[in-house]
Every structure is written in structure tokens, then in C-alpha cells.
């Protein structure tokens, strides 16, 4: 039963993320600044979570990247970005020596061979812009979207770049922080609410 909580948990947060994504796009294509969004989500999340504020830090810089960089491309791009987070922090981990990988062993040629399709998957949906679907436009909060796609496909090759680039860092930003919790845990001893969740 333990093991299929997780997989249950894991669909969940992407869910969770899937609607962020789509929620963000529509806020961003409305007008909203995402300086200012990032913050309203900021201060939602603490009002829930100020019972466990003394366990949780938060990464503001990768989200407000994050934000800038949404507002340049899609939800489906920041999605498959998101899923790059543990290549890059497997990556950054190796960078900062907290991981090693031996090439000559298959669980090392494993590791290599998943992040190279995992990049190459992500590299492929964010430089090939597909077909817009248009399933969920009638709705009132993503009726503008198209709408601000026809005024802004003059210059959307340079933004859309811009805004892949800007993904790339947010997550690696977000990759950083998690390899930095191995200091901060061994440091300061502290009992994480995600280290009490999967035992």
C-alpha cells in the first residue's frame, strides 16, 4: 500500500503542477505583472503553510525567474522543464562533487543515458513549436491568450528564446537549492517535513 501512495502522491503534485502552469499562462497573458503574482503566491503559500514555517525555506529567485520566463513561452514548455529537475540537479550535484559517476558501470551509463534523453526530450518541445490546440480556449480566463498570441507572433521567436533560456535557469536555480539542503541538513540537524512524508 506504501508504494502505491507514492506513485499516487507523485501524480498528484503533477497535477498540481499542470494546474499552476495553465492558472500562471492565464494570468501572465491577462496582464499581471509577475513580479507581483509570484508574490501573491508567496504570501497564499505562507498563510497555509505558517504552521510549518520554522521546517520549510522557500526559493524565491528560481520562482520569480520562473515567472518571467512563463510569461515568454508556454505551460506546456514549463512543464517539461519542471521535469528536468532532476537531471539538472543530478548534474549540478556532479558539478559540486556531491555525486560521482563512474562510466565504466551500467548503473553509471544508466545515469548518463537518462539525462541525455530527458534533455533531448525537453530541447525538443521547446524549440519545436507544434500546432495551438485549442480545447480549453472558450473558457473567460484563457480567451485572451489567443487573442495576445495573434498580436505577439511578430517577435515571438526572440522572446520564446529568451524565455527557454530564462526556464533553463530557474530550474538550475531550483536544482541548486535542493543539492544545497545535503549542508543545511548536515549542519543544522534539522527534521525536513519531506524527509518525515516518505518514511
Given at each position: 500500500?506504501?508504494?502505491?501512495?507514492?506513485?499516487?502522491?507523485?501524480?498528484?503534485?503533477q497535477l498540481v503542477y499542470t494546474g499552476m502552469f495553465l492558472l500562471s499562462k492565464a494570468a501572465?497573458?491577462?496582464?499581471?505583472?509577475?513580479?507581483?503574482?509570484?508574490?501573491?503566491?508567496?504570501?497564499?503559500?505562507?498563510?497555509?503553510?505558517?504552521?510549518?514555517?520554522?521546517?520549510?525555506?522557500?526559493?524565491?529567485?528560481?520562482?520569480?525567474?520562473?515567472?518571467?520566463?512563463?510569461?515568454?513561452?508556454?505551460?506546456?514548455?514549463?512543464?517539461?522543464?519542471?521535469?528536468?529537475?532532476?537531471?539538472?540537479?543530478?548534474?549540478?550535484a556532479c558539478l559540486m562533487r556531491f555525486e560521482s559517476v563512474k562510466l565504466h558501470t551500467s548503473?553509471?551509463?544508466?545515469?548518463?543515458?537518462?539525462?541525455?534523453?530527458?534533455?533531448?526530450?525537453?530541447?525538443?518541445?521547446?524549440?519545436?513549436?507544434?500546432?495551438?490546440?485549442?480545447?480549453?480556449?472558450?473558457?473567460?480566463?484563457?480567451?485572451?491568450?489567443?487573442?495576445?498570441?495573434?498580436?505577439?507572433?511578430?517577435?515571438?521567436?526572440?522572446?520564446?528564446?529568451?524565455?527557454?533560456?530564462?526556464?533553463?535557469?530557474?530550474?538550475?536555480?531550483?536544482?541548486?537549492?535542493?543539492?544545497?539542503?545535503?549542508?543545511?541538513?548536515?549542519?543544522?540537524?534539522?527534521?525536513?517535513?519531506?524527509?518525515?512524508?516518505?518514511?
Open positions: 500500500m506504501k508504494k502505491d501512495m507514492a506513485y499516487f502522491v507523485v501524480i498528484f503534485i501572465f497573458d491577462v496582464g499581471m505583472s509577475t513580479c507581483i503574482f509570484v508574490f501573491y503566491r508567496q504570501a497564499a503559500g505562507a498563510l497555509i503553510l505558517v504552521p510549518f514555517a520554522y521546517i520549510m525555506e522557500g526559493i524565491t529567485t528560481s520562482l520569480n525567474i520562473h515567472g518571467i520566463a512563463l510569461k515568454y513561452t508556454s505551460a506546456s514548455l514549463a512543464a517539461a522543464a519542471s521535469n528536468c529537475l532532476p537531471a539538472i540537479t543530478f548534474f549540478m548503473s553509471g551509463i544508466a545515469k548518463i543515458t537518462g539525462i541525455v534523453i530527458c534533455l533531448g526530450g525537453a530541447a525538443t518541445m521547446a524549440f519545436f513549436k507544434g500546432p495551438e490546440l485549442r480545447l480549453l480556449l472558450h473558457h473567460h480566463l484563457l480567451s485572451s491568450h489567443a487573442q495576445l498570441n495573434v498580436a505577439e507572433s511578430s517577435s515571438s521567436s526572440s522572446t520564446w528564446v529568451k524565455g527557454v533560456f530564462l526556464m533553463l535557469l530557474s530550474i538550475s536555480c531550483w536544482g541548486v537549492w535542493i543539492v544545497l539542503q545535503v549542508h543545511l541538513t548536515i549542519s543544522f540537524l534539522l527534521v525536513y517535513l519531506a524527509k518525515n512524508v516518505f518514511l
